[in-house]
């Protein structure tokens, strides 16, 4: 599904990403963890397409195309979606409209109809159980007056709204507590399937209790540097990212 | 018709017209209306057409964009032909509204739709209403636009002859909007139009007015207006002004409000079409517990100019004033705000905020924005602000990560910009109907 090949990437001149390889298939769980600087937000930037971050080596296939072709909103329409760090405050914007707008560019790309009023509305209510969102948070401006716990809830609800094939979290777990941090989990887990894939961006092990990787990669000065199964995590949690700091990088 | 070229110095130019048109007053140059209008041009004398040392025209280089462009006719206007079906075009649809319609700053009778059964409301043409009450219009007219302070109010009061009168008596509720739809026609020549409107608005007294103003047909045309506003004690007036449709139109306008105590005067101003647009919108607050709600927007492109001055004048304690203009300039585009707030010494108490906010769209347009207060109270809360900036590039990959092409995701942003400024218009149809030609503009 997706296949990242030795990709380099810098933000003005400075490199980031020096030689990132991953692949990942239709149904698997990812974890990206790394220290701080490590370059996992450029990572999850640069397959979102932000165009802040220049690549200047390597290469990206989703999905049969080549990723590095496509605008933003077409990788979304292609079924990529970033779960936001910080997802930005929108004012004016009502939630609600723009979601609706954003669903049927995707489904028009898909070949579908559009959804319609009633459809729309009822699908939002599926939804909004999944993520346990507050109803109201979706009458307002998208994001507006948020706290950071409904703002994360907000991506993921997003994220079940809009159905990816593959969905980026980017330290959607930084700054929850433990409730909104299972309630994320949760909706992640149900939202899972044979044909969709996860990439979890993350700098602390305790969200993978929740969402339970399949692969767990180590990011350290711009290269994955080790990568195992979950267990990994746990032994990255014991003894700290100074361990892998001395791990030579592996091609 | 005289031609105005580079060659000719308009202010001269101006004072000769005076002579031809009092002419042909046929003996009506005696009445006291006269007198005021001859104090007017003698005023337009002294202060001459403004130039780039002209401290309230520094960013609008009026006198050289009249100057390029016009023919002015002030001596006899006739009213060029336009017809029904071209008229009911440009009115707003589905607004059950009382429809004034004037034609180079003629009352149209015929296009008019003033079908008034309500007891107490009075819309008729200026020129018969001071012809038949002169004590009362008298009161009035020339009272609160000051033509000693402004050469265009001056030029104005000059050359007045027809506009619009209404009148609504005290404790009435008028029951529909009313719109001014003042459309100069300029399809076979230039045209220069000088409408001249009074609106009274009695005690306890609620109207909505609507002035669209509107340029029709392909040649430029100059419209320099002139309203005065009475707003009676505890009267509640909402206001708007429209320039909404022209590209070729020249526009200045002065919009003269007096509120007595307890009134409320809420005003939107849209500009999205015209070469230059020069709105001066004053707004006195001459007794207690008075409240101006002052809103603007404006969406400009290509070489348009728009300048919008405000004036706010609290003499009184305990008033209440709220300014809010916005803007979206892209191309070549210039904009000028310069928001005044006096607050006199006797206005303890007073509550009066500010802001302009604006978002430039390409490195060539450009916006000059100046807050101006002046405060001789020590008891008030006053606040300004300013801000130009780009449209948010982080607000718009959000959105182009969810799939909206760039096109799409701007003019959301844009139009989320644009929306605070229309809060005060609560008229749905009307709200459509600005929305609908902001969505055009934006989506352009």
Redesign the interface.
């Known amino acids: 599904m997706l296949s990242i090949k030795n990709l380099h990437a810098s933000i003005e001149d400075k490199q980031i990403l020096k030689g990132i390889n991953l692949e990942v298939k239709p149904g698997e769980v990812h974890a990206i963890m790394g220290p701080n600087g490590s370059g996992k937000s450029t990572l999850a930037s640069v397959l979102a397409g932000r165009e802040d971050y220049e690549v200047t080596e390597g290469s990206i296939e989703f999905l049969g195309k080549d990723l590095l072709e496509l605008e933003a909103e077409e990788r979304a329409r292609e079924g990529l979606f970033l779960a936001f760090q910080y997802p930005v405050e929108i004012p004016g914007v009502s939630s609600t409209n723009f979601l609706k707008t954003a669903l049927n560019q995707i489904r028009e790309h898909r070949g579908l109809d559009p959804l319609d009023a009633v459809s729309f509305l009822s699908l939002m209510k599926e939804k909004i159980k999944l993520v346990e969102i507050d109803k109201s948070l979706l009458n307002r401006s998208l994001n507006e007056g948020f706290s950071g716990g409904e703002k994360k809830r907000n991506e993921i609800f997003q994220m079940a709204m809009l159905e990816p094939r593959l969905a980026v979290l980017d330290e959607t777990d930084s700054g929850l507590d433990i409730d909104a941090l299972k309630v994320v989990a949760n909706g992640v887990n149900t939202l899972k399937s044979k044909d969709n894939a996860t990439i979890v961006v993350t700098h602390y092990q305790r969200l993978l209790d929740y969402i339970v990787p399949d692969f767990v990669h180590v990011l350290y000065n711009g290269k994955i540097v080790k990568s195992g199964p979950k267990e990994l995590a746990l032994e990255l949690e014991e003894k700290g990212y100074d361990w892998i700091k001395e791990a030579e990088p592996i091609h | 018709m005289t031609v105005a070229s580079n060659s000719i110095d308009l202010h001269k130019n101006f004072v000769e017209q005076f002579g031809i048109f009092e002419k042909e007053l046929n003996g009506k140059s005696l009445t006291d209306f006269h007198q005021t209008r001859k104090k007017a041009i003698r005023s337009f004398e002294q202060l001459g057409m403004p130039d780039r040392k002209t401290e309230n025209y520094k960013y609008t280089p009026i006198t050289r964009l009249l100057k390029k462009q016009f023919n002015f006719d002030y001596a006899s206007p006739g009213i060029p032909a336009i017809s029904k079906a071209a008229i009911s075009e440009l009115l707003i649809k589905g607004l059950d509204a009382y429809n004034v319609v004037l034609i180079n700053g003629r009352f149209s009778q015929e296009l008019s739709n003033l079908d008034i059964t309500l007891k107490g409301l009075e819309i008729t043409d200026f020129k018969s209403a001071y012809e038949s009450q002169p004590d009362l219009v008298g009161s009035y007219f020339a009272k609160y636009a000051e033509f000693d302070k402004d050469p265009f109010t001056a030029l104005n009061t000059a050359f007045s002859l027809d506009g619009t009168f209404i009148k609504v008596k005290d404790n009435l509720v008028v029951d529909k909007p009313i719109v001014i739809y003042s459309i100069a026609e300029s399809t076979a020549a230039n045209w220069a139009v000088q409408p001249r409107n009074l609106i009274i608005a009695g005690k306890n007294s609620q109207a909505s007015i609507i002035e669209n103003y509107i340029h029709h047909g392909n040649e430029a045309a100059f419209t320099n207006t002139v309203s005065e506003i009475i707003v009676d004690e505890n009267a509640y007036i909402d206001y708007y002004k429209l320039e909404i449709h022209g590209d070729n139109a020249y526009h200045v306008g002065n919009t003269q409000v007096y509120q007595a105590g307890k009134s409320t005067f809420n005003t939107t101003t849209i500009s999205l079409a015209g070469s230059l647009i020069r709105n001066n919108l004053n707004v006195v607050l001459d007794d207690e517990h008075c409240e101006a709600n002052m809103h603007g927007l404006y969406l400009l492109n290509d070489r348009q100019h728009v300048d919008n001055q405000t004036m706010v004048d609290h003499r009184k304690p305990h008033s209440y004033s709220n300014e809010l203009y916005k803007g979206i300039l892209g191309g070549n585009s210039t904009g000028v705000f310069n928001g005044k707030i006096y607050v006199r010494q006797d206005a303890q108490k007073t509550n009066a905020f500010q802001s302009n906010k604006n978002i430039l769209l390409s490195d060539e347009a450009s916006i000059n924005t100046k807050p101006q207060l002046e405060i001789w109270a020590d008891d008030v809360k006053c606040s300004h602000g300013a801000t130009t900036g780009q449209l948010?590039k982080?607000?718009l990959?959000?959105?182009?990560?969810?799939?909206?092409?760039?096109q799409?995701?701007r003019s959301?942003?844009l139009?989320?910009?644009a929306?605070?400024a229309l809060e005060n218009v609560k008229i749905d149809v009307l709200k459509e109907y600005i929305d609908h030609h902001i969505s055009i503009r934006l989506n352009r």
Do not use: K, N, T
């Not at chain 2, 990959?397 to 760039?406: I, M, N, P, T, V």
């Open positions: 948010d982080e607000q990959f959000y959105l182009r990560s969810r799939g909206l092409g760039e799409e995701a959301l942003l139009y989320a910009f929306i605070d």
